[in-house]
């Protein structure tokens, strides 16, 4: 069974999110290195920033996508709810 197109979104997003994070932490541990020459540090600094905020802006989608996966699953168990209650009002209606 395939999962939905917004499961795959949020693994994708998973995904992306975990790669940024490595590349954070090399991006950091490079700058550390005292032999970086300054242009190159500067160089390294400045992506580092592009790249943190690239960071949030996944994470935001990751959350609002978490709240809107969560609504589906909350429709789905008030549909599994309401065919339960009228199978339930069936049966004792009918005498079954």
Do not use: W
Not at 31 to 38: F, K, S
Not at 54 to 81: D, G, I, P, R, W
Request: charged share 30%.
């Amino acid at each position: 069974m395939e999962p939905c197109p917004l499961q795959k979104e949020i693994q994708t997003t998973n995904d992306t999110i975990a790669a940024l994070r490595e590349r954070v932490r090399r991006m950091e541990r490079n700058l550390n290195d005292p032999t970086l020459p300054e242009e190159r540090r500067r160089e390294l600094s400045l992506e580092l920033k592009e790249i943190a905020k690239l960071l949030e802006t996944n994470e935001e989608q990751l959350k609002k996508m978490h709240k809107e996966n969560s609504k589906s699953f909350a429709v789905a168990a008030c549909l599994f709810f309401i065919c339960f209650l009228v199978y339930g009002l069936y049966v004792l209606v009918n005498g079954v």
